[in-house]
């Protein structure tokens, strides 16, 4: 199983970005999709949530300036990120949860990807 993240890159403050993340070599159901971010010299922290029934949820530093959403049908996940700030410049990761068992869940994470916010 593979997860390629993309869409990463420089962006002055208040633009925008829109990160993918696909997952490939797994035919099972998407249980949930996540975004997380790691600055440097920090640890990594959740940014936003999605459930397979589209409940989302987001960190307070980002709430409202950006939108989680997936594709289960295509297992991949999406990061739109909107009035951007030098703060948020970090290594974005996305992580994908699969259905493998009727209760169980596997979890795959991408290699990410860098989004530096110039000011």
Same mark, same amino acid.
């Given at each position: 199983?593979?997860?390629?993240?993309?869409? @990463?890159?420089?962006?002055?403050? @208040?633009?925008?970005?829109?990160?993918?993340?696909? *997952?490939?070599?797994?035919?099972?159901?998407?249980?949930?999709?996540?975004?997380?971010?790691?600055?440097?010299?920090?640890?990594?922290?959740?940014? *936003?949530?999605?459930?397979?029934?589209?409940?989302?949820?987001? /960190?307070?530093?980002?709430?409202?300036?950006? $939108?989680?959403?997936?594709?289960? *049908?295509?297992? =991949?996940? #999406?990061?739109?990120?909107?009035?951007?700030?030098?703060?948020? =410049?970090?290594?974005?990761?996305?992580? $994908?949860? #699969?259905?493998?068992?009727?209760?169980?869940?596997? /979890?795959?994470?991408?290699?990410? !990807?860098?989004? !530096?916010?110039?000011?």
């Amino acid at each position: 199983v593979q997860l390629q993240a993309s869409g @990463g890159g420089l962006v002055q403050a @208040g633009g925008s970005l829109r990160l993918s993340c696909a *997952a490939s070599g797994i035919s099972a159901s998407v249980a949930y999709m996540a975004w997380f971010r790691q600055a440097p010299g920090k640890e990594r922290e959740l940014v *936003a949530t999605i459930t397979e029934d589209g409940s989302t949820n987001y /960190a307070d530093s980002v709430k409202g300036r950006f $939108l989680i959403s997936g594709d289960n *049908a295509k297992s =991949t996940a #999406f990061l739109q990120m909107n009035s951007l700030k030098p703060e948020d =410049t970090a290594i974005y990761y996305c992580k $994908l949860e #699969f259905w493998t068992g009727i209760v169980s869940r596997t /979890a795959y994470w991408g290699r990410g !990807t860098q989004v !530096t916010v110039s000011s």
